[in-house]
């Protein structure tokens, strides 16, 4: 019996969630963020800290990857990483990113835009202190976005900086940090039956934020 190749346009699903309305929306986008988090957080869905983080370089062609939000508040939303990573170089580059959270299995997305700037060597060691021993040694061993001849020589750096640090605490490499998207743009997105979709834009203008709907 020969399997038959999936026919993608055949892959859809119906969205039954009760959608939106302008009334529902908190005039402040992150508490109405807060309020999505939480609700997805609750829901039980696997990381619903992880995001979609695209950036461009001075050549303008864009790169997007998973990365984990750690930190969010009025100022902005915070993800850390190697500072000599591809997306570090973009960065200092054109100094601003899109975050995508894909709450699939919520019928949920929210889209933020803005420019983008590293936090302070405080608070990225704030951070730091608080990942597992693994996760620190990981910083320490990995030339991120370098190109590895073999697993094998990551491994060995892995195995000789828990070696260095066997009698210690694990300090704040220099080459690892964390950065800043400062919001000008928030997109809440709810599926709805036939594609008649709800999505609400959050746009700042003379330091308040506009709240409009947008056609799905």
Known sequence: MTDRPV?????????STVGIS????????????????????????????????????????????????KQYDERGFVFFTNLESRKARHLAENPHAALLFP????ERQILITGRVERVSVAEATAYFVTRPVGSQLAAWASPQSTVLSSRGLLEAKWEEM???????KIPLPSFWGGYRVLP????????RASRMHDRFQYTRTDGAW???RLAP
Not at 7 to 15: G, H, K, M, P
Not at 38 to 65: C, F, K, W, Y
């Open 103 to 106: 709450w699939v299995a919520l």
């Open 162 to 168: 828990k070696r260095k640090f066997a009698d210690g």
């Open 22 to 69: 302008r009334e529902a929306l908190n005039d402040d986008p992150v508490a109405q963020f807060r309020a999505w988090f939480d609700q997805a957080l609750a829901s039980g869905i696997h990381e619903p800290n992880a995001m979609t983080l695209a950036t461009a370089g001075r050549d303008g062609r864009p790169v997007a990857r998973t990365v984990l939000l």
């Open 7 to 15: 026919n993608l346009a055949d892959l859809r699903a119906e969205y």
């Open 210 to 212: 506009m709240i409009e």
């Open 184 to 191: 000008d743009l928030f997109e809440f997105w709810q599926g």
